[in-house]
């Protein structure tokens, strides 16, 4: 029984040690299987790899609409960035429209720098200077913002371009140096319409989009 015992012994860890070289050893340093429909990170290309899960949907309704190319633009920016969200994204776009237009007709473009992109703070800063030269003071107060939906939808390579369009409302006003009202009505709101175009490169880790065109209604 004991030189039986010895030849079982000797073939397991015959055994064991072949195991041992075809699986390796768990160090707990060891990458998780891939999700279903998961592709790997491909490190040799400048390409982004779209990943997809079978228990994600890619669902821009209602907030699209039906108009079909701004909802092939806005899955194409999904598909670049899983994070994307148009309900959140319309929510920051507001507050940004805020944000920006007060700090602009303040003069306090600085402020504001860090969301503007380098051409639009340069246009926006030599109109507050232009402003600034002839004397008077344009004052401008957001009223309310009627609507803010998106119109336009882009993957330029791996930039996002998302284009906004603001109804609001707003009193406009231009005061001389002694603060006189020469134009405009401080009580009377006028309807504006401001189209504003975002963007962000989806393969940067900073979260924030910037305003990169703005333009007025054709």
């Known amino acids: ?33 891939p999700r279903p429909m998961e592709q790997p990170a491909n490190d040799a290309g400048d390409e982004k790899v779209v990943t997809l899960h079978l228990d994600e ?15 092939a633009g806005l899955t194409q920016v999904r598909l670049a960035d899983a994070s994307f969200g148009l309900e959140q994204f319309l929510s920051g776009a507001r507050a940004a429209f805020e944000m920006i237009l007060d700090a602009f007709h303040k003069g306090e473009l600085e402020s504001v720098k860090p969301f503007l992109a380098s051409d639009v703070y ?3 800063q030599q109109a507050v200077e232009d402003r600034d030269e002839e004397g008077s003071r ?5 009223v309310a913002i009627n609507r ?20 609001s409302d707003q009193t406009d006003i231009v005061k001389d140096t002694e603060e006189r009202i020469i134009a405009g009505d401080p ?8 189209i504003w175009t975002f963007g962000r490169d989806t393969r940067s880790r900073d979260p924030n989009w910037q305003l990169i065109a703005t333009r007025s209604p054709s």
């Open 57 to 71: 949907q890619i669902d821009i309704d209602p907030l699209a609409g039906t108009d079909g190319d701004l909802r």
């Open 138 to 142: 344009r004052l401008i107060e957001l």
């Open 148 to 167: 803010c939906e998106a119109i336009e939808a882009e993957m330029q390579g791996r930039e996002a371009h998302v284009t906004i369009r603001f109804e």
């Open 122 to 124: 340069r246009s926006f």
């Open 1 to 33: 029984m004991g030189i039986d015992i010895l030849i079982l012994a000797v073939v397991a860890g015959v055994i064991f040690f072949r195991l041992f070289n075809v699986l390796g050893r768990r160090t707990g340093h060891e990458q998780p299987p």
């Open 187 to 194: 009580t009377t709101p006028v309807e504006v319409t401001d």
